[in-house]
T-cell receptor, first 117, second 114 residues
Framework: EAGVAQSPRYKIIEKRQSVAFWCNPI?????LYWYQQILGQGPKLLIQ????????DSQLPKDRFSAERLKGVDSTLKIQPAKLEDSAVYLC???????????????FGPGTRLTVT | AQSVTQLDSHVSVSEGTPVLLRCNYS??????LFWYVQHPNKGLQLLLK??????LVKGINGFEAEFKKSETSFHLTKPSAHMSDAAEYFC????????????FGKGTRLSVIA
C-alpha cells in the first residue's frame, strides 16, 4: 500500500513570496490533515478536511495561509506572502473516514521543509 | 482542552541500558495516547497507542508504555537501548474515536552512546 505522498520535499523562498505544497493521501482515506512543525517543537494542526469539506481550521493563519481539497483526494496548502516565521516542516497526514468505527490512525507523509530567507 | 508535557527535552543513555521517556497528559475526558518516533529527515512513525484497553501497551522495536490515570502519565520505556533508537520521540494525545486531531508534545531527543 502506498503511503502519503508530499511534494516538494524542500523549498527555499524569500519573504513575501508565495509557495504551494501538495499532498496525496492514502487511497480511500477520507480525512486529511496539514500540520506545521517548527524546529524544536512538535507538529501543530493547521487544518483538517473530511472529504472536500473543512472540519477544523481554527489554527490556520487565514490572512496568509489557504488550503483546498477540491475533489476530496489531493490537497494543496498555500502561503502568500511568506514570512520568516513560516520556516518549518509541513506535514500531511491522512486517516479513514467516519462510520468505520474506533479511533482512526493517522499516517504521515515525509513532509516539506520550507526555508524562508 | 487536551495537552501533553514531555518532561525532558533531551535524554542520553548508553547502549544496552534502559530507556525512560516521561510524558504527562491533561484531558477533560478519557483520552487516547500515542508515542511517535521521528528519525532525522524521515516521517513520523507510530510506536504504540493506548485507546482504553490494557493499560500496559506494547509497541514496535521493544518499546512499551503504561497508562496511569492516577498520575496522568504515559511514560515510554525500553529495557535495552540500541544505537538505532536515537531519534526524536513525541508523546501525543487525542480524542477517543473518529477523526480527532493529534496534539503533540514538544518532543524528547534520545541520544544513545556506544
Amino acid at each position: 500500500e502506498a503511503g502519503v505522498a508530499q511534494s516538494p520535499r524542500y523549498k527555499i523562498i524569500e519573504k513575501r513570496q508565495s509557495v504551494a505544497f501538495w499532498c496525496n493521501p492514502i487511497s480511500g482515506h477520507a480525512t486529511l490533515y496539514w500540520y506545521q512543525q517548527i524546529l524544536g517543537q512538535g507538529p501543530k494542526l493547521l487544518i483538517q478536511f473530511q472529504n472536500n469539506g473543512v472540519v477544523d481550521d481554527s489554527q490556520l493563519p487565514k490572512d496568509r495561509f489557504s488550503a483546498e481539497r477540491l475533489k476530496g483526494v489531493d490537497s494543496t496548502l498555500k502561503i502568500q506572502p511568506a514570512k520568516l516565521e513560516d520556516s518549518a516542516v509541513y506535514l500531511c497526514a491522512s486517516s479513514l473516514g467516519p462510520g468505520q468505527g474506533g479511533l482512526h490512525e493517522q499516517y504521515f507523509g515525509p513532509g516539506t521543509r520550507l526555508t524562508v530567507t | 482542552a487536551q495537552s501533553v508535557t514531555q518532561l525532558d527535552s533531551h535524554v542520553s543513555v548508553s547502549e544496552g541500558t534502559p530507556v525512560l521517556l516521561r510524558c504527562n497528559y491533561s484531558s477533560s475526558y478519557s483520552p487516547s495516547l500515542f508515542w511517535y518516533v521521528q528519525h532525522p529527515n524521515k516521517g513520523l512513525q507510530l510506536l504504540l497507542k493506548y485507546t482504553s484497553a490494557a493499560t500496559l501497551v506494547k509497541g514496535i522495536n521493544g518499546f512499551e508504555a503504561e497508562f496511569k490515570k492516577s498520575e496522568t502519565s504515559f511514560h515510554l520505556t525500553k529495557p535495552s537501548a540500541h544505537m538505532s533508537d536515537a531519534a526524536e520521540y513525541f508523546c501525543v494525545v487525542s480524542g477517543r474515536s473518529g477523526n480527532t486531531p493529534l496534539v503533540f508534545g514538544k518532543g524528547t531527543r534520545l541520544s544513545v552512546i556506544a
